[in-house]
Nanobody, 126 residues
């Protein structure tokens, strides 16, 4: 079983950048497709980005495409989310998640992921 811990959240002004990191213990993240999700108060959890095991394929929600970049650092056993041009509507708790299934395509639905971190808060002021 893999344990996931997110870091890198914080308060930033609109237009600024943050880099979230998801660190793993217990297993190498190479074994998992990885995703980032977010949930704002009073809203449903929504997909942000996902990455295949190799890192060769990435997937993004339309709302973050062109602004966010998901990547893997195999040496550090982390998955990162670089967030640029942040907007107030990006304010949410951000969670990383791991999917151990053997399908090639990383999913965009929370139910496809078995392991979750505790989350890191991102707040963007206008």
């Amino acid at each position: 079983q893999v344990q996931l811990v997110e870091s890198g959240g914080g308060l930033v002004q609109a237009g600024g950048s943050l880099r979230l990191s998801c660190a793993a213990s217990g297993r190498t993240l190479r074994m998992y497709k990885m995703g980032w999700f977010r949930q704002a108060p009073g809203k449903e959890q929504e997909f942000v980005a996902a990455i295949s095991r190799s890192g060769g394929s990435t997937y993004y929600a339309d709302s973050v495409k062109g602004r966010f970049t998901i990547s893997r650092d195999h040496a550090k056993n982390t998955v990162n989310l670089q967030m640029n041009s942040l907007k107030p509507e990006d304010t949410a708790m951000y969670y990383c998640a791991a999917d151990p299934s053997l399908t090639l395509v990383a999913g965009t639905r929370p139910r496809e992921y078995d392991y979750w971190g505790q989350g890191t808060q991102v707040s963007v002021s206008s």
